[in-house]
């Protein structure tokens, strides 16, 4: 366990623009047993309590609201099972997601475990679980919560429980799927049982050139109207593309108002002629250009225009505010263009990218995080922009979760007896609300606090 003040000030962040509340220690256990022992003097002490993974959520989730002991799960890092005939790995929750597949991968399995969040090779599966993570497969294989086959949690008061199974189809209400995407809300997860998939025979992936965003988006829209379901549709903006090119030397045209990457995978036979489609309906939105990688080399390069853009943003900016809303598909281009007129009302630069097949928007906005009149902008911003996901039909989310970033836009989606009814869940489990508390739900539903100031209340033999 760390007490000291520079390690509890640096658990006050996460990759989000938040700061959470000073924590007062930080717990690296090893094994279920010893969270389950962590969760009980938490209890016993009545000290509120957050899982944490690699801390790269964007909405806050994994910071404190109020002083509160990190559980951090990086040294359950085990891969405990693979089980081809049954298609599904066992792992324990501080397994990076990238080193899953690489294990996969490596020994030559010729598996995968499909969800690839942006952050893949740093977030865990435990992380991943805790947000329900998305990433740039999601449009054809599902977000985190279609590979979740069962789960092990120690509950808020210690219990440790075995939920969902290792084979499908068990009766009875989905509890697996109560955990998933409930950003440690109701429980730590200490085992993961995941569902991994072959290989796909034959990938295919194409970046396409066109004049503008309403270009694209109409492909978009084509190729899923067109009944293609490609395993991932991204689209970059003008903004973007210029970011990206100078990072990493695509090359790309100037005439080129945004592209589209689309990866088409499966088996070998059929898929040239879903690469024609494909390449017939963005040639009739003025497509500009389609290159079709020849080799995985190019693949990759391809895909570079997209991965290097975050990391790209760090040559303009000391800090980035990554907006996630989701739109229906065929209102993307009105989004993007109503997200550029919202952020330039505010007076903010924005580049935006998106997961076009799901209709998941992600504009970057650079912000100076010494600018406090900045932020305030930005904050506000952001907030409009989810205000527009609703009214369009979409959502505040389209895969980062809500943490504290939006849990007053929760009020947008869900009535009063929604989140009276979802509350009523949270505090069955958990009825101090000691576990990651004050999260996801509008704060004025909590009920007043009834915990004695936690600071002081860590036992210091409870500290070694
Ligand atoms: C550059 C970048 C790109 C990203 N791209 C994507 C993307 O494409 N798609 C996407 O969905 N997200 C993306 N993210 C967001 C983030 O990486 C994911 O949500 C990821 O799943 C978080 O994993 P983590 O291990 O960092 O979790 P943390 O940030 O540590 O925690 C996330 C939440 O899960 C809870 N939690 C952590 N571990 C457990 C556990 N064992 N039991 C219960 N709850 C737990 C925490 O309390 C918190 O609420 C991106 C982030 C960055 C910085």
């Given at each position: 366990?760390?007490?000291?003040?520079?390690?509890?000030?640096?658990?006050?962040?996460?990759?989000?623009?938040?700061?959470g509340s000073?924590?007062?220690?930080?717990?690296?256990?090893?094994?279920?047993?010893?969270?389950?022992?962590?969760?009980?003097?938490a209890?016993?002490?009545g000290l509120p309590f957050v899982a944490?993974?690699?801390?790269?959520?964007?909405?806050?989730g994994?910071l404190s609201q109020e002083a509160a002991l990190?559980?951090?799960?990086?040294?359950?890092?085990?891969?405990?099972?693979?089980?081809?005939?049954?298609?599904?790995?066992?792992?324990?929750?501080?397994?990076?997601?990238?080193?899953?597949?690489?294990?996969?991968?490596?020994?030559?399995?010729?598996?995968?475990?499909?969800?690839?969040?942006?952050?893949?090779?740093?977030?865990?599966?435990?992380?991943?679980?805790?947000?329900?993570?998305?990433?740039?497969?999601?449009?054809?294989?599902?977000?985190?919560?279609?590979?979740?086959?069962?789960?092990?949690?120690?509950?808020p008061?210690?219990?440790?429980?075995?939920?969902?199974?290792?084979?499908?189809?068990?009766?009875?209400?989905?509890?697996?799927?109560?955990?998933?995407?409930?950003e440690g809300t109701l429980?730590?997860?200490?085992?993961?049982?995941?569902?991994?998939?072959?290989?796909?025979?034959?990938?295919?992936?194409?970046?396409?050139?066109?004049?503008?965003?309403?270009?694209?988006?109409?492909?978009?829209?084509?190729?899923?109207?067109?009944?293609?379901?490609?395993?991932?549709?991204?689209?970059?903006?003008?903004?973007?593309?210029?970011?990206?090119?100078?990072?990493?030397?695509?090359?790309?045209?100037?005439?080129?108002?945004?592209?589209?990457?689309?990866?088409?995978?499966?088996?070998?036979?059929?898929?040239?002629?879903?690469?024609?489609?494909?390449?017939?309906?963005?040639?009739?939105?003025?497509?500009?250009?389609?290159?079709?990688?020849?080799?995985?080399?190019?693949?990759?390069?391809?895909?570079?225009?997209?991965?290097?853009?975050?990391?790209?943003?760090?040559?303009?900016?000391?800090?980035?505010?990554?907006?996630?809303?989701?739109?229906?598909?065929?209102?993307?281009?009105?989004?993007?263009?109503?997200?550029?007129?919202?952020?330039?009302?505010?007076?903010?630069?924005?580049?935006?990218?998106?997961?076009?097949?799901?209709?998941?928007?992600?504009?970057?906005?650079?912000?100076?995080?010494?600018?406090?009149?900045?932020?305030?902008?930005?904050?506000?911003?952001?907030?409009?922009?989810?205000?527009?996901?609703?009214?369009?039909?979409?959502?505040?989310?389209?895969?980062?979760?809500?943490g504290v970033?939006?849990q007053?836009?929760?009020?947008?989606?869900?009535?009063?007896?929604?989140?009276?009814?979802?509350l009523?869940?949270k505090f069955?489990l958990d009825p101090d609300d000691r576990c990651n508390p004050r999260k996801i739900f509008?704060l004025?539903l909590f009920p007043?606090r009834t915990l004695?100031?936690a600071?002081?209340?860590?036992?210091?033999?409870?500290?070694?």
């Amino acid at each position: 366990m760390q007490h000291r003040k520079a390690d509890r000030f640096v658990y006050g962040y996460d990759a989000s623009i938040f700061r959470g509340s000073d924590v007062l220690a930080i717990a690296f256990p090893a094994t279920a047993e010893e969270v389950a022992a962590l969760v009980r003097l938490a209890a016993r002490e009545g000290l509120p309590f957050v899982a944490r993974g690699a801390g790269t959520g964007i909405n806050g989730g994994a910071l404190s609201q109020e002083a509160a002991l990190v559980i951090e799960l990086s040294r359950m890092n085990r891969i405990l099972e693979v089980d081809l005939e049954n298609r599904f790995a066992v792992v324990e929750p501080g397994v990076v997601n990238q080193d899953l597949k690489r294990y996969l991968q490596e020994r030559g399995f010729g598996f995968n475990f499909v969800p690839d969040p942006g952050s893949q090779v740093v977030s865990t599966l435990g992380g991943n679980v805790g947000n329900n993570a998305g990433g740039m497969h999601c449009l054809k294989y599902g977000v985190t919560s279609n590979h979740i086959m069962g789960l092990q949690v120690v509950l808020p008061d210690g219990e440790i429980v075995e939920v969902g199974s290792k084979v499908p189809d068990r009766p009875g209400p989905d509890l697996t799927g109560l955990f998933v995407g409930s950003e440690g809300t109701l429980g730590i997860v200490t085992r993961i049982t995941a569902r991994i998939l072959p290989l796909p025979e034959a990938v295919v992936t194409q970046l396409v050139l066109f004049p503008d965003v309403n270009a694209a988006a109409r492909a978009v829209s084509g190729i899923m109207a067109a009944g293609v379901l490609p395993a991932a549709l991204e689209l970059l903006d003008r903004k973007s593309m210029t970011l990206v090119d100078r990072a990493v030397h695509i090359g790309y045209p100037e005439n080129a108002g945004a592209c589209l990457i689309v990866e088409l995978d499966g088996i070998r036979d059929g898929m040239d002629s879903d690469v024609r489609r494909v390449s017939e309906i963005c040639a009739a939105q003025n497509a500009l250009s389609i290159q079709t990688a020849e080799t995985e080399e190019e693949s990759h390069r391809l895909w570079l225009s997209r991965r290097a853009a975050y990391g790209a943003m760090a040559r303009v900016s000391a800090n980035v505010y990554i907006c996630d809303g989701s739109v229906p598909r065929n209102r993307l281009a009105e989004a993007i263009e109503r997200v550029v007129e919202i952020c330039t009302g505010h007076g903010l630069d924005v580049i935006n990218l998106a997961h076009a097949g799901d209709g998941n928007l992600h504009p970057l906005i650079p912000l100076d995080p010494n600018d406090p009149d900045a932020r305030e902008r930005v904050i506000v911003a952001g907030r409009e922009i989810l205000e527009m996901c609703v009214e369009l039909g979409g959502s505040i989310t389209g895969e980062h979760g809500v943490g504290v970033e939006k849990q007053e836009e929760m009020a947008l989606m869900f009535s009063p007896e929604e989140l009276g009814a979802m509350l009523t869940l949270k505090f069955a489990l958990d009825p101090d609300d000691r576990c990651n508390p004050r999260k996801i739900f509008p704060l004025a539903l909590f009920p007043p606090r009834t915990l004695a100031a936690a600071e002081n209340r860590l036992p210091r033999d409870a500290v070694s």
